[in-house]
């Protein structure tokens, strides 16, 4: 079974910065992706940056210039530094890890999220 545990959320002011990591229990070259989703309050899950095993990321518009998605194979950890965080960006960050089974379903797994809340 795949662990995923988040970490780094907090409480910051409007314009500050945080940084969340994701720590897995096995190796995250080992699957086709990882990346982060976000749920503010009263809202749907959202992507908010995802990177492929070949290195391929894809960001939401509202955060490109501002997050970054980047990983330590060795450390297995996927990291996502925020910059210039705004209030829309509280929200409860997920992170998330995908890979296929053989009958080429996606196989999502999830950490139990970490908190993130932008005071303006």
């Known amino acids: 079974q795949v662990q995923l545990v988040e970490s780094g959320g907090g409480l910051v002011q409007v314009g500050g910065s945080l940084r969340l990591s994701c720590s897995a229990s096995?190796?995250?070259?080992?699957?086709?992706?990882m990346g982060w989703y976000r749920q503010p309050p009263g809202q749907q899950r959202e992507l908010v940056a995802t990177?492929?095993?070949?290195?391929?990321?894809n960001y939401l518009d509202s955060v490109k210039g501002r997050f970054t998605i980047s990983r330590d194979n060795v450390l297995n950890k996927v990291y996502l530094e925020m910059n210039s965080l705004e209030p829309e960006d509280t929200a409860v960050y997920y992170c998330?890890?995908?890979?296929?089974?053989?009958?080429?379903?996606?196989?999502?797994?999830w950490g139990q999220g970490t908190q993130v809340t932008v005071s303006s």
């Open positions: 990177m492929t095993s070949d290195d391929s990321t």
């Open positions: 096995r190796n995250i070259l080992s699957f086709r992706g």
């Open positions: 998330n890890a995908w890979s296929m089974d053989t009958y080429g379903s996606r196989l999502d797994y």
